[in-house]
């Protein structure tokens, strides 16, 4: 084998464990610590506009909003339809988000049945807007799986940098607390409050 091909197939298995190291393998979506890593450098620009808003304007990013999904009642679907059904909705789930968010956005698989979004430049209202059209597509969407049709919804919560959230912790945690709210209020809702 030549030098050059060794080179080559050495850079491949860096790619294939950087994917590994960054990516949900189930759902193709970015892990905790890749989201968190890609986030932060977001965070660390709406924090520099903040601190110097003269700052070029024109490729500022001036806010980072979350949204925190989460399946409701998925183990009720993993437990009636088995495993691989919840496997399947989680993917049904990922693809939808996938293709109602734009390309810079950030989503991720945070655990379980829990789905993160990451908007750049997006305030609050405008995540809200996006979290709200993603959760009545899902819940107007059938999962077929073996014959069967699986209907569920999703409960999320919205925060943003603008909310007084300083640092990645502290935005999630806000937007965590208001799934929860949702989850309490009867599910198959978005809280931004």
Wanted: hydrophobic share 35%.
């Amino acid at each position: 084998m030549t030098k050059e091909k060794e080179i080559e197939l050495l850079k491949e298995e860096i790619g294939r464990l950087k994917t590994l190291a960054y990516k949900d393998e189930l759902t193709r979506l970015y892990n905790r610590h890749g989201f968190k890593e890609e986030s932060e450098k977001f965070l660390a620009e709406v924090e520099g506009w903040k601190k110097n808003p003269d700052r070029r304007s024109s490729v500022l990013i001036k806010n980072f909003s979350l949204i925190v999904f989460d399946i409701d009642d998925f183990k009720k679907v993993n437990d009636t339809h088995g495993h691989l059904a919840g496997d399947e909705a989680l993917k049904m789930v990922s693809d939808i988000i996938v293709k109602r968010v734009r390309d810079i956005d950030i989503v991720a698989r945070w655990g379980g049945e829990e789905i993160l979004i990451g908007l750049i430049g997006a305030d609050k209202n405008d995540a809200f807007d996006v979290a709200e059209d993603i959760r009545k597509k899902i819940g107007e969407t059938s999962l077929k799986f073996n014959e069967k049709e699986i209907n569920f919804t999703v409960s999320g919560g919205v925060a943003s940098f603008s909310d007084g959230g300083g640092s990645f912790e502290e935005i999630f945690e806000l937007a965590d607390s208001r799934l929860y709210k949702a989850k309490e209020r009867g599910k198959n809702m978005v809280v931004k409050e």
